[in-house]
């Protein structure tokens, strides 16, 4: 059986990304489609708006036949990490294509991009530096370097959001030396980070997000931007818990543990550095809300995301000691099943005895650092929930099994 | 002019404190009276039912001359350095007098069991351990290891609460050759613990707790038991925030710590210890309110107050090494105010400048190890308000003037 995979976040699953599964389908010819999801924390350093075990419904209902976890220590990470982390699994799980959304569209200038990166890395390393050091933030002076190095070769333009993650993908691949086919299709419509609706059906998922937690547009506000087996699904979590999960529900454990963790514990915390939790610290007893935390915290030389992304690691109390591992190999060291459809199980199965890593169903049954770690992130997310749901949630990591799915008949078993 | 000493909690203020101070006034003739009252958290682990700046004016409004706080690290601890630190700082207060309620009601037995202990000392420590190792509790031992001991001597029955209190007192007079002469009065009606109303006016403060936490009677209930400028404290807290404070209220963020904390930071919270907070972590995920997590946690070895203390530890992340100074010098070293009425402040004034200790007004102006324990009680009982009031919260604990109080005119200024 022919397998493809993509890495995904589903924060909530949309038309985007049902195009983009369908597309995957299409380039690649594969039988199943198996999808890297983060779980309760994502890349930009937040909570997910619905719990992974609906996202992965949303998922299995949409096309995907294999939904596995990105652990905690890859999904709330930089791109190189994050790429690097989903980039193992999918090798790990024999999937002879990568299929990514991108602006670029095409493939061959992220190959240029990462032969180019390769042959010349000290050069581009100093050049980053250098811009850095003039005050430009890390992403913005990565972009500003590749600008200055690639002259007239036609690479991907790493200044937009996605042709980033690609190129990481891309870079991951051949620095593991995996077999992985990189391909990618044009992203249409709704930027990444547009925060604006720019289409009557397709719309970015950050401008859900916003529209539902920022601007609290009731939910039929933004049916149209989803499948209908995704918004029946976000319809029904909010119909069941009366809440949707985001930064404010965590707010107070967040303040909580940096106005009594002291300065030795939270230095020790991953990505706590240059003194940046101390600002923490200091912004975080008047702040009324999140938001208000942040804009107080914000400065030029740190992203929102850097930012986000530290806030988590203070809230799941994820230390450098715990992180480093991630660092050093760059690959996972177990695979978290979330959910299958028959066609899934069935492709599981001739592979699971040839896999290199673990493929864990219940994580009762395995022990890791980094399953600690997960599960750490799996308790902040149940205490986010309404009082009388965190008691089960916070026993729902434990005893959850896989989704199965039913793709001829529509339905879970 | 002339001062005495008193302990107290004043959770809340109610008719045996009242007793206690006028009879205070009328054993010691003192011109002046010094209250030594916990902050935000007690000593049997618990938080205040009401804050620290609402019982200050009960106290002051019901013959209190001048209010100073036992600093955290000695006010949730046992008896013995609960005593010291009082001690201390009533001493450096030049108080001639320490009047403490008692079960005994009379001071020989309890300076005869001092001399007594202080005689024969290893051989009282080693019937303790051996009662420890026969399974016995730690105050239940020291009960029995005394009887044993005594003889026929006339000592203070040492397993009542209050007179195991006033022992301690008296010891710690007496380890710290201070010239504080002790004194008791006989606590009428109401045992220390008593959880149901025994008289028509008196009860004791656990029984008004257990009323008003537990049993959600309306708070005209307990009107009977509090003098009315008291009880009128008591009411107008409720209206204005809507709430009692009490451990379930802090019961989400022991929870979160206690899952995300990890072995090596709880191990080295103060007085975790043989693995307990090994049980608590276990103890937590399931249960619904804090009663239910200690009705799991409790074992015949520990006592409830051991255990709420711990717990107490464990939320304001107080270490062993942030603690251990108060065991090794048993003595406070700062004196934190309060209020004072206008003749406290007279009385202050003639003292001030031979103190031992610095009587702080504005606690920003002073930087100790033990303030920033303080600071930690205070944003965990903050953070236990209702939202809108958090903010409030936190930053009252460096905004807050000392309380003056005209009792000429029967007034705050």
């Known amino acids: 059986m022919k397998a493809a995979g993509i890495i995904v976040e589903y924060n909530p699953f949309h038309n985007g990304h049902f195009y983009h599964l369908q597309e995957t389908k299409k380039h690649s010819n594969a039988e199943v489609i198996v999808a890297v999801m983060s779980g309760y924390f994502l890349q930009r350093g937040e909570p997910a708006l619905v719990d992974k075990w609906t996202r992965t419904k949303m998922a299995l209902q949409n096309g995907a036949d294999i939904v596995v976890e990105l652990p905690y220590a890859f999904a709330t990470q930089k791109a190189e990490i994050f790429a690097g982390g989903a980039v193992s699994i999918l090798d790990s799980l024999f999937v002879s294509e990568l299929v990514f959304g991108s602006e670029e569209g095409k493939i061959d200038p992220f190959l240029n991009t990462v032969t180019l990166l390769d042959d010349q890395r000290a050069e581009y390393d100093s050049l980053v530096k250098e811009y850095i050091h003039k005050g430009h933030s890390y992403p913005k002076s990565t972009s500003l370097a590749f600008q200055e190095l690639k002259g007239t070769n036609h690479c991907a333009d790493l200044s937009q959001p996605n042709n980033i993650l690609g190129y990481h993908y891309v870079k991951a691949i051949h620095d593991q030396n995996s077999s992985i086919k990189p391909e990618t299709v044009l992203r249409t419509k709704a930027g990444y980070h547009d925060a604006e609706f720019s289409d009557a059906s397709i719309a970015s998922a950050t401008s859900i997000r916003k529209k539902l937690l920022f601007e609290k547009e009731p939910i039929g506000s933004v049916e149209s931007y989803l499948p209908e087996r995704s918004f029946i699904h976000l319809k029904h979590f909010i119909k069941q818990y009366q809440f949707l999960h985001g930064w404010n529900r965590l707010f107070p454990y967040l303040k909580y543990r940096l106005l009594t963790a002291g300065r030795q514990e939270l230095s020790a915390v991953y990505e706590a550095e240059e003194g940046l939790e101390n600002r923490l610290v200091e912004c975080v007893r008047t702040a009324a809300s999140f938001e208000e935390f942040m804009e107080h915290v914000k400065t030029k030389r740190y992203t929102w995301t850097r930012l986000q992304r530290l806030c988590v690691h203070v809230l799941t109390n994820a230390r ?64 986010g929930f309404p009082e009388h749901f965190r008691k089960e949630w916070l026993q729902k990591e434990y005893t959850t099994s896989p989704i199965r799915y039913d793709e001829i008949n529509r339905k879970f078993q």
């Open 320 to 383: 450098k000691s715990d992180m480093s591992p991630a660092l050093e190999t760059g690959k996972a060291s177990y695979i978290k099943l979330l959910g299958m459809s028959k066609s899934g199980q069935e492709y599981l199965g001739t592979i699971k005895k040839r896999s290199r890593l673990p493929i864990i169903s219940n994580q009762n049954q395995y022990e890791d650092p980094f399953i600690q770690l997960d599960r750490k992130a799996a308790d902040c997310y149940a205490l």
